[in-house]
């Protein structure tokens, strides 16, 4: 039985809409389109179908030995929030290549993160898990993963 919430599965056996969304994905941010809409229509899907998948399917890259992914969640604003949350990347062996955090409003900070996972020592979906057990962060999410 499987320790994590994520797969790596042969995309000869899934729906092409799968596919389809990442093409439309990848459409849209090398800027080959100008906006969704556009990209959708190139891509031959609806945009209920983008959006229903567009935060869970990705594409694998094998080309480089970097893995990257991107990390968003909801911090208390209380002191020491954000250097709890980069210390359990660093401890998981994630080294972190860029920090967003916006201004805390309604005492919440909202934070994005891309990280370096080719060293981690657990499963991506469990690293998530943790962030989000950490007193404090709220909503962790796996945006992308490269």
């Known amino acids: 039985m499987s320790s994590g919430k994520y797969l790596l599965v ?12 990442v093409e439309a994905r990848a459409l ?14 190139r891509a031959g ?3 209920s179908t983008y959006y ?14 970097c893995r ?5 969640f909801t911090l208390s604003h209380k002191t020491g929030m954000l250097g709890e949350v980069l210390k ?3 401890d998981s062996g994630a080294n972190i290549l860029t920090i967003t ?13 891309s990280i370096d996972i080719s ?3 657990c499963d991506v979906g469990d690293l998530i898990t943790e962030m989000n057990e950490i007193p404090g962060v709220s909503n962790a999410r796996l945006v992308a993963i490269e």
């Open 101 to 113: 955090q916006n201004l805390p409003i309604n005492s919440k900070a909202h934070v994005v993160t």
């Open 10 to 21: 042969d995309k000869t056996i899934l729906p092409p809409c799968y596919e389809k969304v």
């Open 45 to 47: 899907i609806s945009r």
């Open 68 to 72: 990257k992914a991107v990390i968003t």
């Open 88 to 90: 359990k990347l660093s």
């Open 28 to 41: 849209i941010s090398s800027g080959q389109v100008k906006d969704i809409s556009e990209a959708v229509k």
């Open 52 to 65: 229903k998948y567009k935060d869970y399917v990705f594409a694998l890259n094998t080309d480089t030995e």
């Open 119 to 121: 060293l981690i020592k």
